[in-house]
């Protein structure tokens, strides 16, 4: 388990990405995008929640998602974020950035097989 | 900014927090560890929404706005702090602007005309020594001169030539004086006025004479026209007849004079005969390129010798025409215009703004004493914000911010008060009835120096302190924050000096108002040698009754006997001259060997009694002193000592130089007459000749004529004008108090008084403010230390005197740089003194007795606080 630190830059395009893939199937509050990340991970990625805004805020500006109120599952008011094509985009680059990362961790580690 | 974006962006956390709060109690927690869970897991929620705000107002200009937002709080939260120093500001800032407004309307102001630096007057150098007749007020040259130069004048493209005089327009009860201009052909072309309606007045209209056409200024045509278009039937009744309006000039231009308005033009004409004698023009042309002043001026002054030759008077003295051969005519830049306002109070004015540049120093120095006292109270936060993080550069614009605010509020303050200020000096000058027409609009030029004055009081003095407030070091300054018992030296240093400042300049100041207001009581409460309370003087003119020359003597006796049978009248003297408000009257008289100029006055025998003058040997004037009879003569006391070397005058015989309309005439000498002042008060008394006027050689359809009264000056002013209004209808006059004659002849010295009065008291408050503001810092800094000393068994007395020692020793070193500093800017006064000098012993003494009693005060009050200090209060404080 590890915590994610706000400021530590790989970790933050890495809390971008995973947002953007949380939306990926459609729009959800800040509330849900924590508990699916958490719950996705076993609870391995605990992600402080109140980390989440800024760097929903960050994605808004950048243009990748949206954002709009809404009613949640419970009737709460609720700000909910939808994906744009932009970012559906930037998930992909991201992705395929990660997954190139992921190989070359491996195969530092694995040299072998 | 997204202000509105960032309340919802924060809105949302909360909502965040009371789902994650409902998931848990779903979870079965109590509600209140359930919150507890959720605000855990959340984080800070302080910290993400500064983070969230940051990334909503990360823009520059945003950060101002915040910056300007946290100055208005502080100057809110600080109501003390923030009325003295914008007080202070806008009374430095609004009195500068408002006497550069005047200086500025009287003397920078350059005409609006087509290229006004390329104008110059032409002018005989050094002036016509009061040769011959000055008529008119910038009457410079006489017409045969002005035909030479307009027939030759190699440095000009064009000449031209003008003069000012009152005209009177309608006829009968709808009479009105007006202000009018007599111009030749070329005024309006070579000035490059261009006309705003009609046509201007061109060279054709000067041939026919008498003229029949006239030009309107702009506000005579709205006013009188009602801004109606003008046709050929447009007439007016103007100087005796009817005159075609052929144009309006446009708004802006109002004449060459400024102080001046113009309402009337009319094209000179060319009279039957050309006085080379009468002064009564003012010639200016339009440099050719390539010409300066200078190089005009040396060309006229080659061209002079066969000017004044072709131009010689006649009926002179050989001595008078000598001296008018040698005349040299010079050019004078004239894009200014030409001025009486500024020749009077140029000085005085420049005088003034030198004072309100002062105030506005002390008002800095005051400024900078407050933000440094500030700032220091401040230096903790300041300490702990850059302790927290808070970039250096980010402490010094809010700083900076937080003056700038200030002085823009004390400069917006200060242009208002200006404008009022200005209205009020432009309404004290016209005194009386004169009309001053000034435009002292905000200018650009105003509006600039404004603006520079503030921003430089606000970066200099605003930022000083702050830079070493924010220069200190974090640690160090938390650590003595409050206590300040050894940091604060060279802060302490500082503001001592500006306070040194302060005192010595409010003493300048202070001095130098209370010079202005004694010279003005001088002024006001001197012995003129005449007796002018209840007097009420008159100017009657008769040209309309058509009297012959011989019967216009027993005309004007008959005219005041009807004025001495007014109930209330105790006495009236018919003059040629009245003495004390302006103007003079000379001739070039000759008696033994000595050959000078004598003050000349011609009045009937009632005048020494009317006016008080006492004889004091010898006889006035009677009945037998005709104008048959031998030519007599009263001298006074200046004109023995000066001609006569003391000895009796009485029986001796002086000869009046020859001029036209006077020849030369012996008068004997019958009687000797007190010293009076004659020209005005301020001048020497002239050596002094009174001749019976059945004696004048020149009577005219006009006279002087001075009323002693037992009533006020205002019923005998309304009896004699009914008086003579009943007798005779036709004849013109004007009469008021003598009295306020001479007082608004006074104006300028009455200004200086009343504005350096009142600056010099402004500068002492400002001062006693500062030095008030700053011994009850050092008091406040001191506090523990005087607590010790309590403590220790120092009484009360010993603790006054010991912040007392430092106050006075302040004030000492003000007072003393002070009183160099006013002895030195004393001389640039001299001139404007009237009965003082300027380095006057008692003045400087009195102001620095006076400066020393309200610093003693101001030090006082901090002192007697510091010495009731509770000393266990006192220990545990901070």
Redesign the interface.
């Known amino acids: 388990m590890f915590l994610m630190e706000k400021r530590s830059e790989i970790l933050q395009g890495t809390l971008d990405m995973l947002i953007l893939q949380t939306l990926a199937p459609g729009p959800a509050?800040?509330?849900t995008i924590?508990q699916v990340i958490e719950h996705r991970s076993e609870d391995v990625l605990l992600i402080?929640?109140?980390?989440l805004?800024?760097a929903l805020?960050?994605l808004e500006?950048r243009g990748w998602i949206v954002s709009f109120w809404g009613t949640?599952e419970?009737n709460?008011?609720?700000?909910y974020y939808r994906l744009t094509a932009a970012g559906r985009k930037q998930l992909s680059v991201e992705t395929s950035r990660w997954e190139r990362v992921v190989r070359a961790v491996n195969q530092v580690l694995r040299p072998a097989e | 900014m997204s202000w509105k974006r960032y309340r919802q962006r924060s809105s949302e956390i909360e909502s965040h927090l009371a789902m994650e709060t409902a998931d848990n109690i779903a979870r079965g927690m109590t509600p209140g560890d359930a919150a507890d869970a959720a605000r855990r897991k959340f984080g800070n929620p302080t910290l993400i929404r500064e983070e969230i705000y940051r990334m909503n107002t990360a823009s520059w200009l945003e950060s101002i706005l915040q910056d300007l937002r946290h100055g208005a709080r502080m100057m809110v939260t600080n109501p003390g702090f923030t009325l003295i120093a914008v007080l202070s500001l806008a009374l430095g800032i609004g009195a500068n602007t408002a006497i550069f407004q005047l200086l500025n309307a009287v003397r920078l102001r350059s005409l609006p005309v087509r290229a006004p630096h390329e104008l110059a007057e032409v002018k005989i150098v050094g002036g016509n020594h009061g040769m011959g007749v000055n008529n008119g007020l910038y009457a410079e040259l006489t017409r045969p001169i002005w035909e030479e130069i307009r027939r030759d004048h190699p440095a000009f493209s064009g000449v031209f030539a003008w003069n000012q005089q009152g005209m009177a327009l309608g006829e009968g009860k709808d009479f009105v004086d007006t202000s009018g201009i007599v111009v030749s052909g070329d005024f309006f072309r070579v000035l490059g006025v261009d006309p705003w309606r009609g046509r201007l007045i061109a060279p054709e209209d000067e041939h026919t004479c008498p003229g029949s056409v006239a030009v309107l200024s702009y506000g005579l045509w709205q006013s009188r026209l009602g801004g109606r278009e003008i046709d050929a039937n447009t007439k007016l009744f103007i100087e005796g007849r009817y005159r075609q309006i052929v144009g309006v000039t446009p708004p802006s231009f109002q004449g060459l004079a400024v102080g001046d308005r113009f309402d009337i033009a009319l094209p000179a004409c060319m009279p039957k005969e050309l006085y080379t004698n009468s002064f009564e023009i003012n010639v200016m042309g339009r440099l050719k390129p390539g010409w300066t002043v200078a190089s005009a001026s040396a060309q006229l002054a080659g061209q002079s010798a066969g000017i004044m030759a072709a131009t010689e008077i006649t009926g002179y003295d050989s001595t008078s025409v000598k001296k008018y051969r040698q005349f040299l005519l010079g050019a004078y830049p004239a894009a200014h215009g030409v001025s009486n306002l500024r020749n009077t109070y140029d000085s005085s004015l420049r005088l003034l703004l030198a004072i309100t540049g002062l105030v506005l120093l002390i008002a800095c120095a005051n400024l900078a004493n407050l933000m440094l006292a500030r700032a220091s109270t401040r230096e903790r936060e300041i300490a702990v914000r850059l302790a927290l993080g808070a970039a250096r550069g980010r402490v010094m614009r809010q700083l900076l911010v937080e003056s700038a605010l200030l002085a823009a509020v004390g400069a917006a303050l200060g242009v208002g008060l200006a404008e009022v200020l200005s209205r009020a000096l432009v309404i004290s000058l016209a005194n009386g009835g004169d009309n001053v027409v000034l435009s002292t609009g905000m200018d650009w030029r105003v509006l600039l120096f404004a603006a520079g004055v503030a921003a430089v009081t606000c970066v200099v003095f605003g930022m000083a302190p702050s830079f070493r407030a924010s220069g200190a070091d974090p640690v160090t300054a938390m650590r003595s924050g409050g206590r300040g018992m050894t940091a604060g030296r060279e802060r302490f240093s500082f503001q001592r000096a500006m306070v040194v400042t302060q005192i010595s300049v409010s003493l300048v100041l202070l001095a130098g108002a209370l010079l202005f207001v004694r010279s003005f009581y001088n002024l006001m409460n001197f012995n003129p040698g005449i007796r002018e309370e209840g007097l009420t003087v008159a100017f009657i003119g008769f040209e309309k009754s058509n009297i012959a020359k011989d019967h216009m003597e027993e005309f004007k006796r008959e005219l005041k006997e009807d004025v001495r049978s007014i109930p209330g009248v105790t006495n009236a003297a018919i003059t040629t001259h009245v003495p004390l408000i302006g103007g003079s009257w000379g001739h070039q008289i000759t008696i033994g060997k000595m050959d000078d100029g004598a003050a000349f006055t011609w009045a009937s025998p009632e005048y020494f009694e009317t006016m008080g003058i006492p004889l004091l040997s010898g006889r006035g004037f009677n009945q037998a002193d005709t104008a048959m009879a031998q030519r007599v003569a009263v001298v006074n006391q200046t004109f023995v000592r000066h001609f006569l070397n003391g000895a009796d005058p009485i029986g001796q015989t002086l000869r009046t130089h020859p001029e036209p309309g006077y020849p030369s005439t012996v008068y004997q000498i019958v009687g000797v007459m007190a010293d009076s002042k004659y020209q005005n008060v301020r001048d020497e008394t002239p050596s002094f000749v009174i001749a019976p006027i059945t004696q004048f050689p020149d009577h005219g359809p006009v006279t002087a004529m001075m009323i002693r009264s037992t009533l006020p000056a205002a019923v005998t002013v309304d009896s004699v004008k009914r008086r003579i209004a009943e007798r005779h209808p036709e004849i013109s006059m004007y009469a008021g108090s003598f009295q306020e004659r001479i007082r608004s002849g006074m104006l300028r010295e009455r200004l200086l008084a009343m504005l350096s009065g009142f600056f010099g008291l402004l500068a002492a408050l400002l001062g006693m403010l500062g030095l008030y503001g700053v011994i009850s810092y050092i008091v406040m800094q001191r506090r523990n230390e005087i607590g010790i000393r309590v403590a220790l068994g120092a009484n009360r007395g010993q603790v006054v005197g010991m912040v007392m020692r430092q106050a006075g020793l302040l004030l000492v070193i003000g007072v003393a740089i002070g009183a160099v500093l006013s002895l030195a800017a004393g001389r640039a006064a001299e001139s404007l003194l009237f009965g003082l000098k300027p380095n006057d012993a008692l003045t400087l003494a009195t102001a620095a007795g006076l400066l020393a009693a309200i610093g003693g005060v101001a030090s006082f009050l901090p002192a007697r606080r510091a010495s009731k200090l509770d000393p266990m209060a006192a220990l545990r404080c901070d």
């Open positions: 509050h800040g509330h924590a402080e929640h109140g980390s805004y800024p805020h960050r500006d949640s419970n709460r008011k609720a700000r």
